[in-house]
């Protein structure tokens, strides 16, 4: 069992930088990939970015590619998105989820997840 606490939402300017953080718990954390994702208002919830167990692998949506990185500290059961270059356009809910099954796209492949963080981001 993991537990997800995501925390370091806000709202900023155009342009700005936000660093999420998601807090796990459970020490079997340095086992699961995680992943963030997102949800805009009235669309479906999208996937954001991804990094597996170790932290060697990463993988990003086209829209963030460049702009956010994904990064996990298996010490202190956190994985961080430090998102730079923000647009109105990501104002989102962020969700933080963790998988058993390894470095996933697929929303369905995640087993747990947080209870998200609100972007939002001003022009």
């Known amino acids: 069992q993991v537990q997800l606490v995501e925390s370091g939402g806000g709202l900023v300017q155009a342009g700005g930088s936000l660093r999420l953080s998601c807090a796990a718990s459970?020490?079997?954390?340095?086992?699961?990939?995680m992943a963030w994702f997102r949800q805009a208002p009235g669309k479906e919830r999208e996937f954001v970015a991804a990094v597996s167990w170790s932290g060697g692998s990463t993988n990003y949506a086209d829209s963030v590619e460049g702009r956010f990185t994904i990064s996990r500290d298996n010490a202190g059961n956190t994985v961080y998105l430090q998102m730079n270059g923000l647009k109105p356009e990501d104002t989102a809910v962020y969700y933080c989820?963790?998988?058993?099954?390894?470095?996933?796209?697929?929303?369905?492949?995640?087993?747990?997840w947080g209870q998200g963080t609100q972007v939002t981001v001003s022009s």
């Open positions: 989820a963790a998988s058993r099954t390894g470095l996933t796209l697929r929303e369905l492949r995640y087993d747990y």
């Open positions: 459970g020490r079997t954390f340095r086992y699961y990939a």
